[in-house]
């Protein structure tokens, strides 16, 4: 099971998704954004970490149009 963070891009309004993996402590994730278009050292803050898939999409939902529409399609899966 994938662990997900949302942070808060600096000095924007934007915010993006991180993936990594839940460990013994907590989590981690990586370093770039999944739509790769942040980097966490130009991060602002965490809006939530450690969220598995389903409470991220929920949370997400709540935030809205501010997320990422790239790093949130990450969340869903279209099967053909």
Known sequence: MKAYTLKKKE?????HLFEGDFTNT???SENISICEKMNKQFS???VFTCF?????RIRIAEIG???CGICTSHLY????
């Not at 598995?52 to 991220?56: I, L, P, R, V």
């Not at 899966?77 to 053909?80: A, E, G, K, Q, W």
């Open 44 to 46: 602002g803050g965490n």
């Open 77 to 80: 899966t279209t099967n053909y």
């Open 11 to 15: 000095k924007t309004e934007e915010y």
């Open 52 to 56: 598995d898939e389903n409470e991220a």
């Open 65 to 67: 149009r501010q997320v």
């Open 26 to 28: 907590g989590c981690n």
